[in-house]
Antibody
Framework: EVQLVESGGGLVRPGGSLRLSCEAS????????MNWVRQAPGKGLEWVSF????????YYADSVKGRFTISRDNAKNSLFLQMNSMRVEDTAVYYC???????????????????WGQGTLVTVSS | EIVMTQSPATLSVSPGDTATLSCRAS??????LAWYQQKPGQAPRLLIF???TRATGIPARFSGSGSGTDFTLTISSLQPEDFAVYYC??????????FGGGTKVGIK
């Protein structure tokens, strides 16, 4: 069974930092691209960042570019999101989500989300 | 950036009826569109990808259609567990990956 479990959320002051983790099980993390998606309280979904299976390709939403860093440790089945210079508007539930793969000779990430974690709440407030 | 617009924002439907949800893209996304269901306090769940392919384990009462800029999610014979918020997401031109604002399907 595919499972994604986020941790590391909490309360942080504006300008502060936080590191989120996502532990994967039930599948081979090294074969899949992974994402972070967030949802502000009472709002819709916002894609934050993507990292390819071997970390060769990394993308960010403009709203977090230069402040957030996505990374992964395939040997430890883990995905991370380092969040710096945090703002009040970063307050949200943060989900890690797997991008399914398709193979046609080589394998590629299909950039939608087939499995999601339960989310971790990040609150940025003074 | 491709803007996704969902309508209506809220839909009131009686159990057993059919719900029709719309999603429009600001430019063509071909068939690179996914639909998700989210219930209160839960993570989203993938329903449809490729505009019309049901994800594993999704009941046949959920169907997707459309291509280019206009898409529809149809939920036939609504069950009590289907009352939720539904989001569309395009993955044709990215980054960024973009979602619609959601349609809340409520009980009439």
């Amino acid at each position: 069974e595919v499972q994604l479990v986020e941790s590391g959320g909490g309360l942080v002051r504006p300008g502060g930092s936080l590191r989120l983790s996502c532990e994967a099980s039930g599948f081979t993390l090294s074969s899949y691209g992974m994402n972070w998606v967030r949802q502000a309280p009472g709002k819709g979904l916002e894609w934050v960042s993507f990292i390819s299976s071997a970390s060769s390709y990394i993308y960010y939403a403009d709203s977090v570019k230069g402040r957030f860093t996505i990374s992964r440790d395939n040997a430890k089945n883990s995905l991370f999101l380092q969040m710096n210079s945090m703002r009040v508007e970063d307050t949200a539930v943060y989900y890690c989500a797997r991008a399914p793969k398709y193979c046609a000779g080589d394998c590629y990430s299909d950039p939608f989300f087939d499995f999601w974690g339960q989310g971790t709440l990040v609150t940025v407030s003074s | 950036e491709i803007v996704m617009t969902q309508s209506p924002a809220t839909l009131s439907v009686s159990p057993g009826d059919t719900a029709t949800l719309s999603c429009r893209a600001s430019q063509s996304v071909r068939s690179n569109l996914a639909w998700y269901q989210q219930k209160p306090g839960q993570a989203p769940r993938l329903l449809i990808f490729g505009a019309s392919t049901r994800a594993t384990g999704i009941p046949a009462r959920f169907s997707g259609s459309g291509s280019g800029t206009d898409f529809t999610l149809t939920i036939s014979s609504l069950q009590p567990e289907d009352f939720a918020v539904y989001y569309c997401q395009q993955y044709n031109n990215w980054p960024p990956l973009t979602f619609g604002g959601g349609t809340k399907v409520g009980i009439k």
